[in-house]
Structures are given as C-alpha cells and as structure tokens.
C-alpha cells in the first residue's frame, strides 16, 4: 500500500488515506494498458504524490471548519455537562421540594427558607444582586381588605347590608352620586364573577348594580377578597332590582398589609448591558393541606414549580460560569405565581418592557412531555419567532421543541410570562406538562420522586443552548401583539 507521503500527521493521513488509495489503483490501471514496450513510468510514486497532495488540499479546505465546529461543540458539551448536571439538579430539586419547605405556601416560613435557598445559589453563581443594598430580593406588599361594616341608600331608602360588596383597599368609603363613580350593571344573564373582576381590573371606581337573579351567588363575590395590589380605585356592588338615581354608602375595612418577596439576580452584559433577556420561574406552592390516609398533609410541589426554579439555579451558573453574554441576563424567582401571579406584575414594573428582549419562563419541566424525552413545548409559540430561533440553536442536538399542544388549556396565560407578554414582550412559557393526562399536578403526590431527573437535565442544557444566540445578541425575537392578547 503506498503511503501518503505529503502528509505526515497521523490524522490527516486517516482522513486522505483512501483518497490516496482510489488515485493510487486509478494509475496502476493506466500502466497496465499502456504498450509493452513502453517501461513503466519512472515517475509513478510523484504521479501518486503530487495526486494525493490535490486530494489533501481540497479535503483540508473542508476537514478544517468541521474539526473546528466539532472541537467547539465537544468543548461545549463537556462544559455544559459538567456545569449542569443529573447530580446537581437532583440536589437543588430535592432541598427546594423536601417537607422542610412545608410546600412554600404564601406567606409561611417555608416559602422565606425557599427564598433563602435560592439567595445561596444565585450568590454562589456570582450574580449581582437587585438592589443597590446587596439584597437579591425584590420586596412588596399586598393587602387583605376585610369588610366590618356597610350601610347604605337608595332613593333614599336604607338597604341591608347583606346587599352592599366593596372591591378595596381602603378602610373607609363614603360615596355618593355626586362622587364621581362610573355607573355599570350586571343584568339577570350576566356572569357575577367574571364581570365583578373585570371592573376590579380596570382601575376605575365604579358602582355596579347587580340584578338580583344573582341573589343566590352574591355571597361568592367573597371569593374576589383576598390580597391585592393597594389601589387608589374601588368598585361598589349593590344588588338591587333595578338601578338607583340617589345613592349613597358608607362602608368600613379592616386592612392587612403582607409582604411578599421575589429572588432576583442580575448577570450584566458586556456590549449590550442595556438590553435584557429573562430566565424565570416561580417558588411558591400550594403550603399545607388536610392530612391524607397515610398522613401526609404537604404539597411538596416538586414539578410544580421547583422543577423551574431549579432550572433557573442552574442556568444562572452555567451563563456565569461562560462569561460571554452581551445582553445583560435576569434570574428571577417568583413569588405568588399560585395566588394571583403578584410576583411577576411586580416584577414587569420594574422594567422598561422595551428593554425587555425574551422571556424564558419555566413551568414543570420535571416530567417526560407528550412526545417523550428530550422534548418540550413553547406557550404562545405562534405568537412570536422565539421559537423558531431556540429550534435553529439546538439541530443537530436531539432536542426538539414543539408549539403548545393544549391550547383550550390557555396555559400561555396562566404562567408568569404573561404579565410581560402584554407589554409586548417575547415572553414564553417552557414546559413539558402533559396537562391533559399530569396525575400528580396540584396534589400531594407531586413529590421528587415521580420526576425523571435525568431527563429534567437535558431539558435544562437545551433550554441553555436554544437561547445563546438571544444571550449574545445575535438573534433578536419579534415582539407579541399585545393589541391580539386576551
């Protein structure tokens, strides 16, 4: 066998060797046919050379770039894989949703420990904080209003105070026609519900007539109390047969003040410091509940979503661990996602939404998703290009994302990417939830144990890789119509 002889390394000699060998046969064969007497060519092995040389040069031309682009993604992979792996998730998943966290209900001890948790790991990952104080957590406050009193007019008639529901979060309201209240009416075929919490968003004072068909149910507008943002706006319902020309009410709260937390940690960027890119998820769960028959009374939220909240952990180690983002990359963990999503509609307060470049919210990634491992679905996948620029980042992976296959489950709203999605934001929810058929979503059960760890890993890695060329400010997703949003 002749030998490459222009090529001395070893590897590019293993890469031209059956080049060289084709070349070699092709001449071999002219000299068998030439006339006998003619001598074989004296110069057969430089023929063979100078051919396999030709062949080198061109391979090189190729062989170069696709060692170089494989060298890159090993040295990627071995780095990512080293930073994020099955062991360390397991770690972090595991302390978030083991009993000591008492399920990270709002407002209890196990949801500040989780807060705590998370405040450790982002300084570990060398994270600034949010706050020019050296604190990584965002604080705010809701209230819980209470009504004590109510008493009221119509047409100058008293009414009972059974008949008056206040929206507020003042304790105490006199109101009158000349008030200035906007005027509305819920009607016999009206839902109560739905419509009472559209006026309490709408950040207008309203008296709203309710007609009394809903006499049975006006009792569960109780279900709109809970806590809340403070609000200078409040809504008055009366059920009344038909509305009133004079009117006036007067009406007492007791008012709680409660403080919330998100966990916030900032990676500047380099060129781009200016321009924000988001990974979130949220800490909370559903706290204690009423013992079961084997006694266990605690919704650990293991998918739900420390599964997300780990995610968001390890990818603010990975990012910080590489050093080379332009864009300047959020971690944010939230509170309240379970009882009104506070925590992030704070948050998206705190940005100028214009600013704002992609949203990588993460919601229970913890289970294999419809189509098995290695896969995971995008929320609101049509509603912006994110999607198609995370799929480009992650060929040749193995990974596919898919858009969301559950859209009579709206879940594009019903996570925390939402609040910054109607600010037009690039904000997507990443998941794997099979919400159709998910045994364990908001039960007890909803333990580390029911999760695949490992798979868990690699969704974590693809949700990194997807998004480098958003983190380096390469590629930048188009913007939600929010004038399209619900």
Partial sequence: MWRCESVTSPLWFSLCKPLCHFESKKLLTYNKLKPACVSPTSNFKSQISLSCHRNYRSMKKIIIPALTLLLVYNAQAQKINKIISEKKVRKIETTLS???MGGRGLFSRG???????????FKSAGLQPVNDNGSYFQEFEVVEANQTDARGALNGKDIDAKNIFALTSAEELAVDAESGYELATITASDKLLNNAYRYMLSGKNYIVWVDTAHAKNFNALSRLKGERFRSNSSVILVLTPEP????????????????????VGILPGKSKKDEYVIFSGHYDHLGIGKPDANGDSIYNGANDDAAGTTAVIMLSK?????????????????TAEESGGFGSQYFSKQFDPAKVM??????????????????????????????????????????????????DQQLFYRSDNATLARLGVPAHTISTSKMDSEPFYHTLDDEVETLDI???AEIIKAIALSSKTIVSGEDTPSRVDATQLR
């Fill in 98 to 100: 083991s009993d000591a």
């Fill in 111 to 121: 949801l500040d420990m989780a807060a705590d948790f998370i405040t450790a790991g």
């Fill in 244 to 263: 009133a020309k004079e009117f006036s009410f007067s009406i007492h709260h007791t008012i709680i003040e409660k403080k919330l937390k998100n966990v």
């Fill in 318 to 334: 990975y990012f910080s661990k590489l050093k080379n983002n332009e864009r300047t990359i959020v971690f944010a963990a939230f």
């Fill in 358 to 407: 992609a949203m990588f919210n993460i919601e229970m990634i913890g289970t294999e998703s419809k189509w098995g491992r290695n896969s995971a679905y995008i929320t609101g996948y049509e509603k912006t290009d994110m999607g198609k620029i995370l799929e480009k980042n992650l060929q040749g992976t193995g990974f596919t994302f898919h858009p969301d296959p559950y859209p």
């Fill in 454 to 456: 490992k798979n868990m």
